[in-house]
């Protein structure tokens, strides 16, 4: 092994250790930061709130495109009404939680660690150990929980508006008849793979806030460094996203 | 030079257990270069302590080992006779609800307005009803000037505003020891002398203990019961600032009269002047 890739690999150790460790943190700073539910709702807007309307205009976008190529593939087969089937289980299982959580990366995760970036370049961080206010437990466990409560609502909202534009294509402007469309969907789907897109979009809400929060909490406190993270926070967290939707989706199907 | 601090302004010893921060043989380093090297400084109750000295020496590292937010390499650091360095996090939390810290740029909370930036402290640590809060925030802030200036974001503040509005929040829990890091930098005239009255009338007003570290030798010889001139890891002059401006210690010279030639050289070490310029010619 080259010393190249040596370093480079102790510096993945050494990260991977380090963001560890960091988890533990925030998580024994939960249960403590419920003291003050205000700073927990106000995360959640700004996560959530603030992410829904990109959010709702992609799963609309997303929903006509699978309505759109759904009844060009299943027509072939004759199969046009199972396009509300196709829909939901694409929206339900793999694309809400999968584009939501790229979307919250790009989205509410750049933000997250920018601003919690330029506190500690401020000495915003350090002016509240100085109060002796704990700021993992008073910044960054709202914002983490945060994270992770807005993720699913957002997963959510985006299968529902997604599944609203496959109809939209497909029964408006394809001419699938809708009760066939509504009928089959409701046949098929049942509560385990609804079970599957909510396990899905909380684990991604986890990597992802925690990614976020990390990358904000650990940034060099320079213009650059604050840049460099926000960076790291959209590559790290797309690859995470995909990496372990793969490993979920094998996981359920084993199951 | 170094003239003795167990004596006052007055000349008259001060009992021993009147220091309230005590550093004794300090050695830090910060990546292989030595900032301290047998660092010696205290700091006594009442009074307004000044550390002094060029860019670089660390007076904002020093800062941080009283405050536990680094340790010394070897040596003592005390705060009010406790070992900074071997207290725990919450003991150390216990310790600095016993100081309150100015910062160089404030360090406000950029998404709270002044109001809330100020009452930030008391929200944290304790369970006071609303209308007490307010009532000690709007006299912190009356203290400062600033009570008009309560709904104000940050963002819209000047500097000096900011500088006034972080000092509010650092004596709103009523500390014992206030410590400004660089109070003056980047102020106009009128603001540098609104925050060096409050410094002295805080002081003097709430009976605490002041830490100013700057390099501004004309404000701080004006409110400075003690001061420390620091250099080469060391202190290389300590006594009033009268006692400062009448060394003939070169380096205290070069600093109190801000002299380009002396001991703190002008340069950055390079080579030669003219064989530099004529290497780019070849």
């Given at each position: 092994m080259s010393a190249n890739a040596e370093s480079l690999a102790v510096g993945w150790v050494r990260k991977v250790g380090g963001m560890t460790l960091f988890f533990l943190q925030v998580c024994s700073r939960i249960v403590p930061s419920f003291t003050r539910p205000g700073l927990i709702v106000r995360q959640i807007y700004n996560a959530g709130a603030r992410s829904l309307v990109i959010v709702m205009l992609s799963g609309l976008f997303v929903g006509m495109v699978l309505g759109l190529l759904g009844f060009d593939t299943l027509q072939r087969f004759g199969s046009e009404d199972s396009l509300g089937v196709l829909a939901a289980l694409g929206m339900l299982k793999v694309l809400g939680p999968v584009l939501t959580a790229l979307l919250f990366a790009g989205r509410a995760g750049t933000s997250l660690t920018s601003e919690i970036g330029l506190m500690k370049s401020t000495d915003q961080l350090t002016a509240m150990q100085m109060m002796a206010v704990d700021p993992l437990r008073h910044v960054i466990a709202p914002r983490f929980l945060g994270g992770i409560i807005a993720m699913p609502l957002l997963a959510a909202t985006f299968s529902v508006i997604g599944l609203f534009g496959a109809q939209l294509i497909?029964?408006?402007?394809?001419?699938?008849?809708v009760g066939a469309f509504w009928s089959q969907t409701q046949n098929a789907v049942d509560l385990r793979d609804v079970y599957e897109g909510i396990v899905k979009s909380l684990v991604f809400g986890v990597a992802c806030s925690l990614i976020a929060v990390y990358e904000g909490y650990n940034s060099e406190p320079t213009p650059e460094g604050v840049g460099l993270a926000t960076t790291r926070t959209v590559v790290t967290s797309s690859v995470m996203v995909l990496l372990l939707n793969y490993l979920l989706t094998a996981a359920f199907l084993t199951k | 030079m170094t003239n003795s601090l167990t004596k006052d302004a007055n000349g008259s010893p001060a009992p021993a257990?009147?220091?309230v921060i005590e550093a004794r043989d300090v050695h830090y380093s910060i990546g292989g270069r030595k900032i301290f090297d047998g660092l010696d400084v205290t700091a006594r109750r009442g009074r307004i302590t000044a550390f002094m000295g060029p860019s670089g020496t660390g007076k904002t590292t020093l800062l941080r080992l009283i405050t536990g937010q680094a340790n010394p390499e070897s040596g003592s650091v005390k705060a009010w006779g406790q070992e900074v360095s071997l207290l725990s996090g919450k003991e150390l939390f216990a310790l600095r609800r016993r100081m309150g810290m100015l910062f160089q740029n404030g360090?406000?909370?950029?998404?709270?307005?002044v109001y809330e930036n100020v009452a930030f402290p008391l929200r944290a640590h304790t369970k006071l009803p609303e209308s007490l809060v307010r009532q000690l925030v709007l006299t912190k802030l009356h203290a400062v000037g600033l009570r008009g200036a309560?709904?104000?974001?940050?963002?819209?503040?000047s500097g000096g505003m900011a500088r006034r509005v972080a000092l509010a929040r650092a004596i709103v829990m009523d500390p014992e020891l206030l410590i400004y890091d660089e109070?003056?930098?980047?102020?106009d005239p009128i603001s540098m002398g609104v925050i060096c009255r409050l410094i002295k009338q805080l002081n003097d007003a709430l009976g605490i203990t002041s830490i100013v570290v700057s390099h501004d030798v004309h404000e701080l010889s004006a409110i400075a019961d003690d001061s420390f001139l620091l250099s080469g890891g060391k202190v290389v002059a300590q006594g009033t600032p009268a006692e400062l401006h009448k060394s003939d210690l070169a380096e205290v010279r070069q600093f109190m009269s801000g002299?380009?030639?002396?001991?703190?050289?002008?340069?950055y070490p390079a080579p030669d002047y003219a064989q530099d310029l004529l290497e780019g010619q070849s």
């Open positions: 497909g029964v408006q402007q394809m001419g699938v008849d | 257990g009147d220091a360090a406000l909370l950029t998404d709270e307005d309560a709904r104000l974001m940050p963002a819209e503040l109070p003056f930098v980047g102020l002299l380009a030639d002396g001991p703190v050289a002008f340069h």
